[in-house]
């Protein structure tokens, strides 16, 4: 199934609500998109293909508008399989289309798929006409690959700008901004962009300025997952400034993992004194929150407070994962507070701290570190730390 966006210009992606996790680890309890768009003028060219399994439908989308044989361009804003893993189809039947894209995208698809097809290079800012319509590309490396750049048609302001400005959910028909909940839309594209994006926030920010700065106008953001937005293209530019910007908000995320409960009733504790204090507070038991909801609830808290019991040695095995998530998706500097319980030597609280102190963020003192159930003496702990946090939250 197609949509128009404006004359000439379709969307001919895909839904997938047969995948369970995106990058088979984000829960995806809406589906996702992979967006694709055809432009149909006097050259014909598609920008950005679908995941392999999602090839057939989407050459059937395209049937529907055009011989895909014709196509004259296949635009790739960036590589990544979930956008291209459906190119050797068709490649095998549009031999004569061109290959679109940086220089870097150039040695990555010579790597991923190696195709028999001739490429044009797309330097930035070049301009590429197809007729009454001209495209020009605008780089955005790192935006979240290194190849990656957005494509813009001049004379409908309609900006592809890939994985940016993208969301989680699947469109089953409701592909623009002014037919979905936005509600749902804002939650599905901050999950989005705190689980696949929060490593390269410096160029999100530098994305955006780079398109502010052009001074072009922009009727049309559509990306290439999710809704695309045309009654208000603005409203995700500047929720995504905001989710990337340096701004941290004035809560204390609490997340904890707990066996029997001997760690819960200590990160409760701590809560109780936080409340105390007026400190906003967010607790999550990492066991059953998923992991992409604690690291949306988390990555602009502007302190967090990770609570572990000792496990065979190591921190509980999901809270380590997170305390790698925090190092791995780069979090921005902020004070990190550790809480923890253990049976007889201990050893969950002392590596994770060592590794997030290692990994220079600071670690808030006291750290309440409790052998067996907690008492009196640890809940002057939890009161102190709970004063140092609400100071640094003032
Ligand atoms: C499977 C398992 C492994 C454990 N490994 C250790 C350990 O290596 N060192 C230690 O001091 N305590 C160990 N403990 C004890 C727990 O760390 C301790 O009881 C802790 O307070 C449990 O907190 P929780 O109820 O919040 O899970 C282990 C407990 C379990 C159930
Ligand atoms: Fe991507
Ligand atoms: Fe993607």
Not at 16 to 23: A, R, S, V, Y
Not at 123 to 151: C, I, N, R, Y
Not at 258 to 286: C, H, P, Q
Request: proline share 5%.
């Amino acid at each position: 199934m197609h949509r128009e966006l404006t004359k000439g210009v379709y969307f001919v992606g895909v839904d997938d609500n047969h995948t369970e996790l995106f990058e088979n680890l984000w829960d995806i309890p809406f589906g996702v998109s992979y967006n694709s768009y055809l432009i149909v003028d006097e050259k014909i060219a598609v920008i950005e293909g679908v995941k392999g399994p999602w090839a057939d439908e989407w050459l059937d989308n395209i049937r529907e508008l055009v011989d895909p044989s014709k196509i004259d361009y296949i635009i790739l804003n960036h590589m990544e399989p979930d956008h291209t893993g459906s190119l050797p189809d068709i490649a095998k039947i549009a031999p004569n289309a061109k290959l679109v894209y940086t220089q870097k995208a150039s040695a990555m698809q010579k790597s991923f798929f190696d195709l028999d097809l001739d490429e044009i290079i797309a330097e930035d800012l070049q301009e590429l006409s197809l007729g009454s319509k001209t495209l020009q590309f605008v780089h955005a490396k790192f935006l979240h690959w290194p190849e990656t750049m957005m494509t813009y048609i001049k004379e409908d302001e309609i900006l592809f700008s890939c994985d940016a400005f993208g969301a989680f959910g699947a469109l089953n028909g409701l592909h623009f901004d002014d037919e979905i909940n936005m509600e749902i839309i804002e939650w599905e594209a901050k999950r989005y962009v705190c689980t696949i994006i929060t490593a390269y926030f410096k160029f999100v920010q530098a994305g955006i300025k780079k398109v502010k700065d052009l001074g072009i106008g922009i009727k049309m953001i559509a990306p290439s997952h999710g809704p695309i937005y045309r009654k208000d293209p603005m409203w995700i530019v500047n929720k995504y400034d905001e989710w990337s910007g340096p701004e941290l908000e004035k809560v204390c995320t609490i997340v904890y993992g707990s066996m029997y409960g001997f760690t819960f009733r200590v990160a409760m504790n701590l809560k109780k004194e936080l409340e105390k204090l007026d400190v906003t507070v967010k607790m999550f038991n990492i066991s059953y929150t998923g992991l992409s909801r604690v690291i949306t609830e988390t990555v602009r808290a502007g302190v967090i407070v990770l609570g572990t019991p000792t496990y065979d040695a190591f921190p509980f095995p999901k809270i380590w994962n997170f305390a790698n998530e925090i190092q791995g998706k780069r979090y921005p500097p902020r004070p990190i507070g550790i809480l923890g319980t253990y049976g007889w030597q201990g050893g969950g609280v002392e590596k994770i701290t060592k590794q997030l102190a290692d990994a220079r963020y600071e670690i808030l003192e006291p750290i309440v570190h409790v052998k067996g159930r907690p008492t009196e003496e640890q809940s002057a702990q939890c009161k102190s730390l709970a004063k140092v946090i609400a100071e640094r939250l003032k």
